[in-house]
């Protein structure tokens, strides 16, 4: 069964480079990102899990969790972390959850459950759709997913900003239009009448009848 967002994110205890996780447990009441690669030693990876490493700390301030996860056993992570730090100048901080028995892959719909039981004799293109970013809200809902080919390193920065615009509209009613970055204006949703808009918002500029632009609502 697929997951789409605003299902309840499937809760798993595994191994990681940090000890074993109940991950509901893990999430706590913050944010989380689980991101998933189809082996160690791989070249887009590597450069992706050190680029998160990097941006860790922005993470941070946004009370977003990160974890990592491959389609490998937890002992070879460690010498694929040496590998990180080398390519990219980031040292890997966050856990990474081992995934020997394709356990996490099937849960979260990443490889088909006629896949097999074990990492082991798997190339990386018989693991190409284990390249998936899952965003979860601290209701453990799935709040964004998305998966890449294997061949196409994914934009952090992106995941960065689309963090900012959830945060944002889950406290506020409102949305953000394409290409937004934080600090410029939103949209007023159509749940918002034109007096509370005022109200809440001050002042405010009607593009189209359904499209009503003002300034970012501060936190």
Known sequence: MSLRIN?????????????????????????????????????????????????????????????????????????????????TG???KYPLIGDRDLKVAKLYDMLPGGAGETSEGRTPADNATVRSVYVIGPDKKIKLVLTYPMTTGRNFDEILRAVDSMQLTAKHQVA????????????????????????????????????????QPSA
Not at 15 to 31: A, L, N, P, R, S
Not at 56 to 66: A, D, S
Request: glycine letters at 8%; aromatic letters at 10%; proline letters at 5%.
């Open 7 to 87: 299902d309840i994110a499937p809760d798993f205890t595994a191994e990681t480079t940090q000890g074993t996780i109940k991950f509901h447990e893990w999430i706590g009441d913050g944010w989380a990102i689980l991101f998933s690669h189809p082996k160690n030693f791989t070249p887009v990876c590597t450069t992706e899990l050190g680029t998160m490493a990097g941006l860790e700390g922005e993470f941070k301030k946004r009370n977003v969790k990160i974890i990592g996860i491959s389609v490998d056993p937890v002992e070879s992570h460690g010498k694929w972390q040496d590998d990180i730090k080398t390519a």
């Open 90 to 92: 980031h040292s890997v």
């Open 176 to 215: 953000t239009p394409a290409n937004w970055k934080q600090g410029e204006d939103v949209i007023i949703t159509a749940a918002v009448s034109n007096e509370d808009a005022i109200k809440r918002f001050g002042a405010y500029e009607t593009i189209l009848p359904y499209l009503r632009k003002t300034k």
